[in-house]
């Protein structure tokens, strides 16, 4: 390692800093540890693990779903279901700035075939019924077959509400298209829509559900969906190296996490509102980029060289994430009231009030 990676990591691992790059840098408490070091595993390629068994049984309850499969990562997930849903030569339709299509690499391109149509969303993050219908395909030998739309919530810390996620969802049943909804942060929308998880799954035919974000665990995303899509994502998960052997150590971190981990991030969404109103109120940022808060995230755009801001935060113990010109800034279950009080001083001594 150089020298100014070690620093990086001692930085990143220092338990003073505060850090808001993203909620996936949160690490198991000592409740998850336990759960993880008392967890009964087994052999999960054989099927053998009774503590994955057990999440993926929880979980089909509370989303549900008929069956669910626990993977690796939410890449891994998102692409096993695209996978299945879709064969060589069909087409997948999703929102230009989700996740499936800016940030996973193209993979259903790239190792299934799979066209992928992106259309842009609305201002609230959903993708709107007429443009999906009008991106829907003809059954025709010049155009791929459109089979899938992918949709996402939260997005960009968005929520989206449920009637737009339905409306969105009709558009594209109606025309026999399958749904896939990429659920990293679906709590997160559950808990701000103030509805059950089960209702918001309901929108689509198969759901990926990250739980190494706010949710805590160290690694690990659960794939939800009809039986047939889920045999297929088996086999695909085994194919992308996703068979994971003794992961009931994992899924007992997954386990806890969906026992007292979901209930706890409308903490995390009034620390994000509490820190974007501490910008507002004393002025911080560029006034052409309102500071704002979505979800556990804050949105803010420094008024002048965002890299010398970064670095002088970062002097204070805060680490901020890596966009430009605008910063996100995640609240998570790693930054209580008293961090975030320092992380309003840092901002309030930085931008010189
Ligand atoms: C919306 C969304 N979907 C999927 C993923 C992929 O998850 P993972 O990092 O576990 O591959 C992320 C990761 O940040 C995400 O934000």
Not at 170 to 175: I, L
Not at 312 to 320: D, F, K, N, R, Y
């Amino acid at each position: 390692m150089t020298s100014s990676t070690l620093d990086r990591v001692a930085l990143a691992n220092n338990p003073a800093i505060c850090d808001l790059r993203s909620d996936t840098v949160t690490r198991p408490d000592q409740a998850m540890r336990d759960a993880m070091s008392n967890a009964p595993v087994g052999d999960d390629v054989y099927g053998d693990d009774p503590t994955v068994a057990a999440l993926e049984t929880f979980a089909t309850e509370m989303l549900g779903k008929q069956e669910a499969a626990f993977f690796p990562s939410g890449t891994q997930s998102n692409l096993a279901a695209m996978l299945s849903h879709c064969q060589r030569g069909d087409e997948l339709i999703t929102g230009t700035e989700y996740h499936v299509k800016s940030s996973e690499g193209a993979g259903a391109s790239v190792l299934g075939g799979v066209a992928i149509h992106t259309i842009a969303a609305e201002p609230d993050g959903s993708l709107a019924p007429d443009a999906i219908s009008a991106a829907i395909k003809p059954d025709d030998a010049h155009h791929p077959v459109s089979r899938l739309l992918c949709l996402e919530n939260t997005h960009k810390g968005a929520v989206i509400s449920l009637a737009a996620m339905q409306a969105a969802s009709a558009a594209a049943r109606d025309k026999g298209l399958a749904v896939h909804l990429d659920g990293a942060r679906l709590f997160n929308a559950t808990q701000a829509l103030g509805i059950e998880p089960a209702a918001l799954a309901a929108t689509a035919d198969t759901v990926s559900l990250c739980l190494s974000k706010g949710l805590g665990t160290p690694a690990g995303t659960l794939l939800l969906g009809p039986k047939d899509v889920l045999h297929r994502a088996r086999r695909w998960r085994k194919i992308l190296g996703g068979g994971m052997r003794q992961s009931g150590i994992l899924a007992a971190a997954a386990m806890h996490a969906l026992q007292h981990n979901v209930s706890r991030l409308s903490d995390d969404h009034q620390r994000a509102a509490t820190l974007s109103q501490h910008l507002i109120d004393i002025g911080a940022g560029d006034p052409a980029h309102p500071t704002r808060s979505e979800t556990c995230m804050v949105f803010f755009t420094p008024a002048g060289d965002h890299m010398a801001f970064r670095a002088s935060m970062a002097e204070q113990g805060v680490l901020l994430g890596g966009n430009s010109p605008t910063i996100r800034l995640v609240l998570h279950k790693d930054i209580d009231d008293a961090k975030l009080d320092r992380i309003c001083s840092a901002f309030s001594a930085q931008c010189g009030t």
